[in-house]
């Protein structure tokens, strides 16, 4: 299946062939032709695959924390709030935030929901 570029239906196909081929030639330092060739690849499988279904792609806490705040939660020593907040040019609060976030979502991967509901988001 070849996604033809002109049609509105395969915009997100066209997408995703764009940043597959972007990541492919980043990550494994490939050709553009052969990073091309991949996210071709790469929609004609989800085509394939979810093709002419509904999907939903949730935005969970643990993808939305970034590389940064697992490095201040790493560099949390109990009561370093302040070093961190100079060393990563935010506010304390901030620190504060970002040290309670990231440790909701350690408990919630170590923890299991005694009632099977969706965990809460702050």
Same mark, same amino acid.
């Given at each position: ?9 395969? #915009? ?20 553009? #032709? ?19 279904? !509904? &999907?939903?792609? %949730?935005?969970?806490? &643990?993808?939305? !924390? ?9 560099? @949390? ?20 935030? &970002?040290? #309670?976030?990231?440790? !909701?979502? #350690? ?7 005694? @009632?099977?509901? %969706? %965990?809460?988001?702050?």
């Amino acid at each position: 299946m070849t996604v033809d570029p002109a049609s509105k239906n395969a #915009e997100l196909l066209s997408d995703l062939v764009i940043h597959v081929a972007e990541t492919t030639r980043t990550l494994c330092g490939v050709s553009d #032709e052969k990073a091309i060739e991949v996210g071709q690849a790469v929609a004609d499988l989800m085509a394939h695959i979810w093709g002419g279904q !509904l &999907i939903y792609f %949730p935005k969970g806490m &643990i993808r939305n !924390l970034s590389k940064r705040d697992r490095e201040i939660y790493a560099e @949390f020593n109990g009561s370093n709030h302040s070093a961190l907040a100079k060393k990563h040019d935010v506010s304390i609060q901030w620190i504060y935030r &970002i040290i #309670e976030k990231v440790r !909701l979502e #350690e408990v919630a991967l170590r923890q299991p929901n005694l @009632f099977n509901f %969706p %965990p809460a988001d702050r």
